[in-house]
């Protein structure tokens, strides 16, 4: 995966703390907004098997090994910086991990081990410095459209900057002729378009989508892509987007890391399940080439079948003589 | 012919019969209507002693004669009086001891056997426990009827607290809102028309214990009007009490019934 590393597509700066990257982005829409470092140390979690309440803080002080019985580990090793201004796609089976990564990112869930730093400072309870993309629109059924986007904005918004902030947010999700409509009366595309603005009206600074799209159907979702692209070239805030759309992740993101169980995909078969040690980044790659990306390029078509293999798909690439390769090769595959 | 033709408007909106307001309202009087009749023929053909069963008309006169004496507005006006300050102060209470127990995990454990319990007390056997208490006079009837009108209001609010979406619950949160602006911004919002189903229960449960109190003890109020001409004998004013009940918790139900329509249009 080394072999395309060169072509990362930034213009942006790079693993720079907070305030330089607030400074860089001055010039953005809103102007507020930075984006901002995630950096995942040594994360694990594990989940007690009795379904209950949110652990509190005090379970990253148990030890995660302890009484096998009870306890359900679900992420361990996980070690990762995302740069700002990155957007990164955790892909995975179902039931991976990938979401309690993202939820942990937020500060939705705690870890049982390591740590997550936002900025270079940890992440607290819900923290205010993401805004986070559900993977259903989630919005309040009884508010309008431009009320549930007005829910994102930063806590003590100005009235005036707040409905203006609003109304650009609508437009550029094209929902202005909706503005007042409930949630109950758009469809739901509009209503994750909805979403998709009520998370960006905090100015995150880190962006937490969790399968944004997956709900959608293919068209929609496609134009919710570009529409993604589009708002993050705008202000290129820190993008986390869970996925379990390939073909998604090769579209929107600069790195993929691929969420799974280890020695499953050292020796490509499953192991004996109900022993699983918890997933891990058991790949990363970086995606070449500048976005808006060809939808139809050979290149990705590679990477695709590659990531594709690495969640347990068999590509049928046989029946063409094509080998799965680690790496790209030239043109004519 | 012609005259179908140039009515434009009428394909457009008709709206099936029974959705109309006027045959709802004129459907629901048929019923009563057929039991007036049912009785007054019961009354001329003999089928009934005047003494079990007097006819309309008598119950009418005694109507009459006690509104010219002003009894009959003083009852009426004395039992609903009793009604609302004790549904007032029951719902009140309801409503905070409902939010604290369904907001509230520690007060849950703490409040909710408790108040089960005396829940399932019946409501006649606080009547001797209050005239003790508070005597013969408004604090106990009132008492007694916001007993009644408390845990409607209570067990609706909490089990509808405790049961808001808790997406949205966590919504609100990753926005930024916590205790009483996450409250108000999605629980409060949430739960408002399920409050208003138990306003209804409650008030209902209301009359129902004013009755109980004026039974009892009391000197005036519809529940003293049929106690009193339970032991004289004037069933014409027990038909005519057990009516006025029965109109004033209609009518009484009837407006919280379009003020719950309008909340769940408007946070449903």
Redesign the interface.
Known sequence: MSASTASRTTARPSAAGGSAARAARADGPSGTDAAYAVEFAGLGRTFGRAPGRRQGRAASAAPTTASVDVVRPVLRDVSLTVRPGEVLAILGTSGCGKSTLLRIAGGLDSPSAGSVQIDGSPVTDFDTRCAVGFQEPRLLPWRTVAANVALGLPRGTARDTGRARVAELLDLVGLTAFADHRPAAISGGMAQRASLARALARNPGVLLLDEPFGALDALTRLKMQDLLLDVHAAAPTTVLLVTHDVDEALQLADRIILLGQEPATATGAGTTPGTTPGATIVQELTVPGNRPRDRGSAELAELRGRLLAGLGIDRHGDARGVATSASIPHFPY | MTDTLSSKTAPAVRRPLTSRPGVRVAGGLLLPLLILVAWQLSSTLGLVTIAQLPPPASVWIAAVDLFERGQLTLYVAISTQRVLIGFAIGAALGLATGALVGLSRAADIFFAPTLGAIRAVPSLAWVPLLIIWLKIGEESKITLIAIGAFFPVYTTVAQALRHVDK??V?????????GVPLFG??QL??VIPSVISGLRLALAQAWLFLVAAELIAASMGLGFLLSDSGNNGRVDRILLAIILLALLGKLTDAILGVFEKWAIA???
């Open positions: 997406q949205l966590e919504a609100g949160r990753a926005f930024g809102l916590r911004a999605v919002p949430a408007k946070w449903a």
